[in-house]
């Protein structure tokens, strides 16, 4: 495309039957930017070479100084390179809705094709700050107000219109403008220093361990100390630095391993249809329940919520009502959305309204007798073709069916909590759940805006069993002699959003006892048993639901560690001494980061060996989208692979010899740390498992 557009801009030039250019995109669409699989091509060969000279070659010498005018007729999106193009045009005409951003610090790397210096040029410096460094789109509504835009029109209209725009300017009608060389949008220089040490400060605190933010601003700064040419040539040069960082690596990584997860083998390749899901019947009003139910209705899916007692009913119907008064709250969604989502629901005591839904999902607590009848009951009253979805997070599905006929359309909808914000959809499947039923909860996923991850059975699925030595191995460590809150902060200066500690308080203790004894029967002599939950409970901590727990919980402040929980700890370390012997230990910030997440690591090992999921980056998606492992990290498996198998196998093999079976490795990481292979690698024919989960 690029040199299709140097060959063009070249011929253009040459014509003299061309007046004026008008750049448009096709299909209703400006552009969504440089091609990001190039990025990839980089980070593989450590050859910055294969980036194309856009920014001064086509932008500024071709586009922006060419001898004849440009005008950027825009529909649909423009995004990173495509929305640094358009700001090489001398005017943009675009219809209203058009999406404009500047995404690029979500790859790790900034704007290259001149983007830094023109958009603050057009917009002003805190607007562009703020588009770049939080990857904030703005409609061309907003940019007609704010000088990005010059004029809106339909889209019928908008090539005629761009193209008298363009002849307007040859003929010095309007005026022929090069963005590069204003200065009137960014205000004085002790302004524009004060706009700069703000956005630096903000940036330290959000984005402390990624290049690409503080980068961005020392460019913009260039371009306001020393001019626009001088902040392009630095562009250029900072951008080929960040294109090679481990960050630009995860980051790219991850926007490619998201977009392929609905690839799913003999599901999404085998020619079948996505059935329409117009009704979803939600079982139990729970937050759970009340979650997936709101998830439903802001994308138009009716929801029958169904409840033992009207009691019930009316709590789960006013947590609905509140989850929906949040979203507006917050921003996304309007008054009118709210009111259409609230007449889509309709309350139940009983199965009457079940006759013609398209989908069951059952979110009641997780007692097998109970789903069991559930499931009896339901598969006699719903359509032949209704999808029996269960939003369990531990128990075997086989188990919840095991009293119907129908085990070709039960699967696991395994969403997280709040469910209506949380973007991750664990989609469970059995041996015998139907391609079309996979297939079905995936479009609802992605109609929903989730990202569906299809996995195969199994205790904790794929999420929750690979974190379930994440908890544990914060209380073994506690054990050992580790301050608590000491390991909370390692954890979130990794990057995590909190420590397993404070995770723990904010998820309620109800959970770690729930999952307590069926993690301790799946995983035999590699789990740990820790009784500090107990300990806690019977101190009368609840965690942040009675504002007691690790922490001190009021409202609306911070968390703030509580220091009397120390008698709690002191407790638990007399008796868990004969474990280890009583010995208290030391280590370093790294010892610990390593030794909660190692065995993370080798749980995830398992999940691969044994085919839970369909490839490893499904995992680095899920660990990001489930559990906030940092994006910028590229996930968990591919943050192991830089790490090293090799490493972690030693690491944890001499753990294992000191504190037992917990840090034992799993074969596939001691046979991916003999052969050297990284472990996000595809297996091997000979690695194939006899068994495989799906
Ligand atoms: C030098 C420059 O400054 C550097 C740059 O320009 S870097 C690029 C900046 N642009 C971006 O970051 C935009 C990235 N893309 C997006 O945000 C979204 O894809 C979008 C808003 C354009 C469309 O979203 P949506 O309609 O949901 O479709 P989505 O599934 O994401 O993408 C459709 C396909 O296009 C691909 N794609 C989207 N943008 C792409 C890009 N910039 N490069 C390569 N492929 C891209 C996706 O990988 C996907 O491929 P697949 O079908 O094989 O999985």
Known sequence: ?????????????????????????????????????????????????????????LVSN?????????????????????????????????????????????????????????????????????????????????????????ALCSPDELIKMSRFWALEIANYRKPWIKSLGRTDRLGSLSEARAVLSMAR?????????????QACLDVVEEGVLYGGQSGVVKEAKVFKELVLSTTSRALVHVFFAQRSTTKVPGVTDIQLKPRKIRKVAVIGGGLMGSGIATALLVSNISVVLKEVNPQFLQRGQKTIAGNLEGLVKRGSLTKD?????????????????????????????????????????????????????????????????EKTNSQDRIIGAHFFSPAHIM??????????????????????????KKVPVVVGNCTGFAVNRTFFPYGQAAHLLVSLGIDLFRIDRVISNFGMPMGPFQLQDVAGYGVALAVKDIYAAAFGTRNFRSGLVELMAKDGRQGKINGKGYYFYEKGGKPKPDPSVQHVIDEYRRQTKTIFGGKLVTLSDQDILEMVFFPVVNEACRVMDENVVIRASDLDIASVLGMGFPKYRGGLIFWADTVGASYIHSKLSKWAEIYGDFFKPSSYLEERAKSVRPLGAPKTAQQAPTRSRM
């Open 62 to 150: 071709m586009m922006e100084d060419g001898k004849k005018p440009s005008v950027a007729a825009i529909q649909g999106l423009a995004l990173g390179g495509g929305l640094e193009l358009i700001m090489g045009c001398h005017a943009r005409i675009s219809t209203p809705e058009a999406q404009l951003g500047l995404p690029e610090l979500t790859l790790g790397v900034i704007p290259g094709f001149g983007g830094t210096q023109r958009l603050p040029r057009l917009v002003g410096l805190p607007k562009a700050i703020e588009m770049m460094l939080q990857s904030k789109f703005i409609t061309a509504k907003e940019g007609k107000e704010r000088g990005l835009i010059d």
């Open 1 to 57: 495309v690029i040199q299709g557009l140097k060959e063009k801009y070249a011929e253009a030039a040459d014509r003299d039957d061309v007046k004026a250019i008008v750049l448009t995109g096709a299909a209703g669409k400006f552009c969504g930017g440089f091609d990001i699989n190039v990025f990839t091509k980089v980070h593989e060969t450590g050859d910055v070479s294969l980036m194309p000279d856009v920014s001064v070659d």
């Open 337 to 401: 959305k709210m009111s259409k989502a609230i007449s889509l629901l309709k309350g139940a005591l009983d199965y009457s309204d079940f006759k013609d839904v398209d989908m069951v999902i059952e979110a009641v607590i997780e007692k097998v007798p109970l789903k069991q009848s559930i499931f009896a009951d339901i598969e006699k009253i719903c359509p032949p073709h209704c999808i029996l979805a269960t939003n369990t997070s531990t128990i075997d599905l086989n188990i919840v069916g």
């Open 201 to 213: 400060q903000q940036a330290k605190k959000v984005a402390p361990n990624m290049p690409q933010h």
């Open 423 to 448: 973007p991750l959809l664990e989609i469970v499947r059995t041996e015998r759940t139907s391609p079309q039923a996979i297939l079905d909860l995936i479009t609802v996923g992605k109609i929903i």
